[in-house]
């Protein structure tokens, strides 16, 4: 086998790895979860084989995009939002261009994202945040880091926002160490007028933004630098809140 075969062998084996651990972290407690509710093996193993045959015959409109560490990306957004040198005098966000000393590429290294500037601009602008002016620079559009486009499903950010759901959900069951003892909280009401779901929707997107930046900023006063050394590591912990609508099809 030659060196490139080799090379492309391990990758292929790193990928496979990969996927098993994705699958196994949102199978796991779900499937935990079922069998203490009183769910047979067998039940388990019939309805996962229907549910994946159910997914194969499904006509799926949405691409779904892996697109690599995103989390950092949104303190782009965060910094562009909120520090004084990307804002002018009425605390709006600057125009930016993609070089130069005030730029996106400052603010990319500002938020110590080791990226290249312009594929991350062309994420951002790919999803919605950011729109190019008639003057060629980049203009913030979004407050928040948006995911969300025609046609397109990002990978990573969703399936992070089900693993930390099914977490909240389950209380550890499934995994090998003891989870934190996190919670969820809800408001609803099943009868709603159909023509209402818009305005609810607006109503909580709102309200949502305005609570997110407040949790943001009291994320921002405890953060510390990011770690370097694995022992560092070991003593932070990623925590944050999530935030989602729903409303049922009749």
């Not at 009401?189 to 997107?205: D, E, G």
């Not at 921002?220 to 912990?237: C, G, I, N, V």
Request: charged share 25%; aromatic share 8%; with cysteine.
């Amino acid at each position: 086998m030659t060196a490139r075969g080799k090379r492309s062998l391990q990758s292929s084996n790193r990928s496979t790895g990969q996927e098993k651990l994705e699958a196994l972290e949102l199978l796991s407690p779900l499937v935990a979860f079922l069998r203490a509710s009183g769910v047979s093996d067998q039940n388990l193993q019939d309805g996962f084989s229907a549910a994946l045959d159910r997914a194969k015959r499904a006509s799926n409109r949405i691409e779904v995009v892996r697109m690599g560490a995103y989390y950092r990306r949104g303190e782009i957004i965060d910094r562009w939002l909120r520090n004084p040198t990307f804002v002018n005098k009425a605390g709006k966000p600057l125009d930016l261009p993609l070089n130069g000393k005030l730029s996106i590429t400052s603010l990319t290294r500002l938020a110590g994202l080791k990226e290249s500037p312009r594929s991350i601009l062309r994420l951002l602008v790919k999803f919605g945040n950011v729109t190019r002016t008639s003057s060629g620079r980049y203009r913030l559009v979004k407050r928040y880091m948006n995911y969300k486009a025609p046609g397109l499903l990002p990978f990573e950010p969703n399936v992070q926002f089900i693993s930390d759901a099914i977490s909240s959900a389950t209380r550890g069951l499934g995994n090998r160490k003891a989870s934190k003892e996190l919670f969820w909280l809800n408001a609803e009401h099943s009868y709603i007028p159909a023509v209402m779901t818009k305005q609810f929707l607006r109503y909580v997107h709102s309200r949502g933004i305005v609570f997110l930046h407040e949790v943001n900023d009291w994320l921002d006063q405890y953060a510390e630098r990011e770690p370097t050394e694995s022992a560092d590591r070991k003593r932070l912990r990623r925590i944050g809140v999530g935030l989602f609508p729903f409303c049922s099809n009749a």
